[in-house]
């Protein structure tokens, strides 16, 4: 089964950055798409950006683009962010689909594709 742990969250000054990890145990990532979400405090879940570990193609929601980035380097996927602002607190979760899931046409069909969540990490963007 696999289950997926977050990290790097925590507070940071408008303008600056973090790098998030979602680091995989009990199988690997490989042919799969891995998603990055966030939800803000009394807003719905949206997604971030998707990156497909066939090919590391990736899609990102229009709102990110520019800003945030996503990698994917062995059984982890990174979600760099930068300039943040006060918008981007919210908790922040990772999540794969089934393995051989690996197109991934739009935020929409990402987001429907995740099987597997992880617990979240919060980020905090505060002077």
């Known amino acids: 089964q696999l289950q997926l742990v977050e990290s790097g969250g925590g507070l940071v000054q408008p303008g600056g950055s973090l790098r998030l990890s979602c680091a995989a145990s009990g199988s690997t990532l490989r042919m799969r798409t891995i998603g990055w979400f966030r939800q803000a405090p009394g807003k719905e879940r949206e997604g971030v950006l998707c990156i497909s570990t066939r090919d590391s193609s990736t899609i990102a929601a229009d709102s990110m683009k520019g800003r945030f980035t996503i990698d994917n380097v062995g059984d982890t996927v990174y979600l760099q962010m930068n300039n943040l602002k006060p918008d981007d607190t919210a908790v922040y979760y990772c999540?794969?689909?089934?393995?051989?899931?690996?197109?991934?046409?739009?935020?929409?069909?990402?987001?429907?594709?995740?099987?597997?969540w992880g617990k979240g990490t919060l980020v905090t963007v505060s002077s």
């Open positions: 999540a794969a689909s089934s393995s051989g899931v690996t197109t991934i046409p739009s935020m929409g069909r990402c987001n429907a594709a995740m099987h597997y």
